[in-house]
């Protein structure tokens, strides 16, 4: 046989040797069994990390509104406590600490509901009033826009009316200055009667256009006169709706104060602290000197 070249894979291997086998024998426990196994916690730890976690919850604040919508995760965090507390085997509880306890919960959740509900109508009407407030201004906005389309289309009209009454005044003032200016005589081609017969005629259809014309800018300057009443009747009736919105705004912010409800639920959680070391006291032997 030839020289065979060895490859890089050929350079990792020892040949005639395998790998170790694992003795056998006992495994040790591995993954979260292996703690509880090695070490279970003390009624005494679990008691005082009990106590810990109310006096945690009893002073918990909620910064920011609406405050409501933390209670119910406040009152799971507070049911989890005491569940993990009761369900403990290293702790058994009596029927007298699970009827106090029980007890506690029942009410302080009566309280955060009432308080809820107060907080959501409160917030609600605060947020209805805000609506009606911009929809008050919107409705002053339109009507200020209104009051200018149709003051502009009222000028339109009236320049529509009036400017061929105008052309017609210029055209009749012409006509007069001519015959006025018309020589008149026994040896004209005009009488003087007929003169003065076509001049009246021809100042009577000037006077009449004027009167017209007079009469027509008239009403629609008692047009324009309705129109503005009218706008300032409108905008005063939605300034005092602007006006009585913010006033209801005022009242809503100023009457109700809702908070973070820290004073009752820090009463209830002491109110269980004491339930527990009521308990305590009941069950523990007392100490040997």
């Not at 003795?23 to 069994?33: D, E, I, L, Q, T």
């Not at 609406?66 to 995760?73: G, I």
């Not at 107060?118 to 407030?133: D, F, G, P, Y």
Request: hydrophobic share 30%.
């Amino acid at each position: 046989m030839g020289y065979q070249p060895r490859t890089p894979r050929d350079f990792g291997r020892r040949h005639g040797r395998t790998a170790p086998k694992p003795k056998a024998g006992k495994r040790r426990p591995s993954g979260p069994h292996r703690l509880e196994e090695e070490y279970a916690p003390t009624s005494e730890e679990i008691v005082n990390r009990t106590l810990n976690s109310l006096n945690r919850l009893g002073d918990q604040r909620f910064a920011v509104a609406p405050f409501y919508e933390h209670f119910y995760r406040w009152l799971l965090s507070l049911r989890t406590v005491l569940l993990d507390f009761q369900s403990n085997p290293a702790v058994a509880v009596d029927a007298q600490f699970t009827d106090e306890s029980s007890r506690i919960l029942s009410d302080i959740e009566h309280d955060l509901n009432e308080r809820r509900l107060r907080e959501a109508s409160h917030e609600e009407a605060i947020r209805k009033t805000n609506q009606n407030l911009l929809d008050a201004r919107s409705l002053l906005a339109q009507t200020e826009r209104e009051d200018v389309i149709q003051t502009k289309e009222l000028a339109d009209k009236k320049e529509r009316a009036v400017k061929p009454l105008a052309s017609r005044i210029v055209g009749l003032g012409e006509d007069l200055n001519r015959i006025v200016r018309i020589r008149a005589g026994f040896l004209r081609s005009i009488s003087k009667k007929t003169k003065a017969q076509k001049e009246a005629e021809a100042a009577q259809r000037l006077d009449s256009t004027k009167h017209q014309l007079t009469k027509i800018e008239q009403s629609f300057t008692d047009e324009q006169s309705k129109l503005e009443d009218e706008y300032k009747r409108r905008k005063r009736q939605v300034l005092e709706q602007i006006k009585k919105y913010q006033k209801e705004i005022e009242n809503l912010e100023a009457g109700v104060q809702v908070d973070d409800a820290l004073e009752t639920r820090r009463a209830a959680c002491n109110a269980l602290i004491n339930t527990m070391n009521m308990f305590l006291q009941r069950t523990q032997p007392p100490e040997t000197t």
